[in-house]
């Protein structure tokens, strides 16, 4: 019903700043709450940001709070993942996630829709 599309990721010294966008199609007016997850090599999925319909309702993850910033253009179905002084530990496979309620949650089974994932890696 909904098709994610990440894009944006790539290599960036430590220190340096990122922005990955997500396109949205299908049955966009269906979504609500759009979410950012990443995966690191060997290691589970985690919650990165999530943002609700209006863009006014914003959550992150601790490890990127003050760092990252999460934002969404409805009338161009996208959503927006700034990230700054990137750290090593921050690559990973970023995921964006979307979910038909007006509910924003940060666990991954309450999302229902994916993208295949844009990579970022962050070098020392």
């Known amino acids: 019903q909904v098709q994610l599309v990440e894009s944006g990721g790539g290599l960036v010294q430590a220190g340096g700043s990122l922005r990955l966008s997500c396109a949205a199609s299908g049955r966009t007016f269906s979504i609500t709450a759009m979410a950012w997850f990443r995966q690191a090599p060997g290691k589970e999925r985690e919650f990165v940001a999530a943002?609700?319909?209006?863009?006014?309702?914003?959550y992150f993850a601790d490890s990127v709070k003050g760092r990252f910033t999460i934002s969404r253009d409805n009338a161009k179905n996208m959503v927006y993942l700034q990230m700054n002084s990137l750290r090593p530990e921050d690559t990973a496979i970023y995921y964006c996630?979307?979910?038909?309620?007006?509910?924003?949650?940060?666990?991954?089974?309450?999302?229902?829709?994916w993208g295949q994932g844009t990579q970022v890696t962050v070098s020392s």
């Open positions: 943002i609700g319909w209006s863009g006014r309702d914003t």
């Open positions: 996630a979307a979910r038909p309620s007006k509910i924003v949650t940060m666990r991954e089974g309450d999302y229902g829709y």
